[in-house]
């Protein structure tokens, strides 16, 4: 684990990419990822590297449950994938069980793949899953994009582009175009969600794009909108190929 030596004390955005260059590390682990955009005024749930079974159980003792589990790897991006997401976890032993259960699975589904642990986080409260990134576009360099979690932007496209930086207008027009926007204003047994928060947050993702041109890809997905807030529970941080010369 020595590529993460020292890191926790690190906390601006500058040394974040200072040290993943200084690694040779293209892609933010999630734990990064997250004090990034944390750094940036982004909201994301508290998010803490633990090593061991024990170190895990302590954690989510201190964070209080429910807590979820996911694996922690610089090599995995897709934790999912590999079995390494273990949710809504009510005590020390069902902590055990899902870290003994996710490295396992890890280790068979990607043996190569380094494994600095878990990450412990509170469960976020249930709410309207949405995503929001940023990436360059080749023309227009940083651009931004606002959809719905899950089945609406994979399969339905259901999603809008506005190109960096945003005003307040521009965030508020974003997510009130996308066709799935209804379901953001309350229906049926769903309540209506915290449009502010979320325009706050792709508010916030502009200025941290325009002000840090070493970030090539930025993924919030999916940040869980209540009716009071909302805050990103899973976050990916690419950075910028280092220039030559
Ligand atoms: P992946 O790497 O597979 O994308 P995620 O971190 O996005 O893993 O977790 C998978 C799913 O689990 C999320 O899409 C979300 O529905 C749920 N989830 C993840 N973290 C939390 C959390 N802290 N609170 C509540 N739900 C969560
Ligand atoms: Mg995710």
């Known amino acids: 684990m020595d590529f993460l030596k020292g890191w926790a004390h690190m906390t601006t955005v500058s040394e974040l990419v200072g040290a993943a260059r200084a690694a040779e590390r293209a892609v933010l682990t999630e734990e990064e990822s997250k004090r990034l955009l944390r750094e940036a005024g982004i909201p994301v749930t508290e998010t803490r590297l633990a090593a061991s079974r024990r170190a895990a159980q302590a954690t989510a003792k201190e964070l209080g449950f429910p807590v979820v ?47 600095q642990g878990v990450t412990v986080q509170p469960m976020a409260p249930p709410g309207v899953e949405v995503i929001a990134g940023m990436s360059k576009d080749p023309q227009f360099g940083p651009v931004l994009m606002f959809g719905l979690g899950g089945v609406a932007v994979e399969v339905l496209k259901d999603v809008a582009f506005r190109i960096v930086p945003l005003t307040r207008r521009d965030a508020a027009q974003m997510i009130r175009e996308i066709k799935s926007y209804p379901l953001l204003t309350g229906f049926r047994s769903i309540p209506p969600v915290d449009l502010k928060a979320l325009e706050e947050i792709l508010l916030r993702l502009s200025e941290l794009a325009d002000a840090t041109p070493e970030l090539a890809e930025i993924d919030l997905n999916p940040i869980v909108a209540t009716q009071s807030g909302a805050v990103a529970v899973d976050a990916r941080v690419v950075l910028e190929p280092v220039k030559e010369g």
Request: net charge positive.
């Open 69 to 115: 589990l996911k694996l922690a790897s610089p090599d995995i991006t897709h934790k999912s994938d590999v079995g390494g997401v273990r949710l809504s976890l009510k005590s020390a032993s069902e902590v055990g069980k899902a870290y003994d259960e996710i490295l396992a699975s890890a280790r068979e589904k990607a043996p190569r793949a380094r494994i």
